[in-house]
């Protein structure tokens, strides 16, 4: 697949993987653990901004777990109109942007946001896209934190494969995050596996 028809896999998803269907299962373990580490490493009024939020799920626990400044952005229309039936009052007090993150990350001033955070977004961007990487180095001041798919063996999905697909339907890219981020001037603070992704949180240095 190219980078173009990975895009447009995901702005017209349905069914399974999609916001609908992510917004059924509402929050989880992942969920669980964002609000523990930002509650520990952010404040309240943090400005936090969730790359791929998809119809809200992760930023709805936030929200309830008191914080304030929540905004989010995803390539799939309909999250938001998923969202605001879901979860209204996430929808009516943040902020939500619809389209590809290689098109709105580089419209956020510097250091825009205090924390950005990904859940399974990054492992789908295309290896023509990794350029992308650099911007979330310029619009933190902080913190960011991925939680990626890194594989169930014991090295997490660092074996001989750059790629692999899911129920032969889209491609899973992967890659070494401590690695990319590291190169882009992060340190990691903290790697927590949990039953499906791998969570890391980094911070700017």
Not at 27 to 49: F, G, K, Q
Request: proline content about 4%; overall charge negative; glycine content about 8%.
């Amino acid at each position: 697949m190219d980078p173009e028809d990975v895009r447009q896999d995901w702005a017209d998803r349905s069914g399974k993987y999609s916001p609908s269907y992510y917004a059924e299962i509402g929050p989880n373990e992942v969920s669980d653990t964002l609000a523990d580490i930002l509650t520990h490493y952010a404040t309240d009024d943090a400005a936090i901004l969730e790359v791929g939020c998809g119809s809200g799920r992760h930023l709805e626990h936030l929200r309830r777990s008191g914080f304030t400044n929540l905004s989010g952005i995803d390539i799939n229309a309909e999250a938001f109109e998923v969202m605001t039936e879901h979860y209204p009052t996430l929808a009516e007090r943040g902020t939500f942007l619809d389209g590809a993150l290689e098109d709105l990350l580089p419209e956020f001033g510097d250091g825009a946001f205090d924390v950005v955070y990904t859940v399974e977004t990054l492992q789908h961007v295309h290896p023509e896209d990794e350029w992308v990487f650099d911007e979330f180095a310029r619009i933190s001041t902080d913190l960011l934190i991925t939680a990626e798919n890194e594989g169930n063996s014991p090295e997490r999905g660092r074996g001989e494969t750059d790629v692999s697909y899911v129920e032969d339907d889209f491609p899973l890219y992967h890659r070494d995050w401590k690695s990319v981020f590291s190169d882009r001037g992060f340190a990691q603070l903290l790697r927590e596996p949990t039953a499906r992704d791998t969570i890391r949180v980094f911070r700017l240095v």
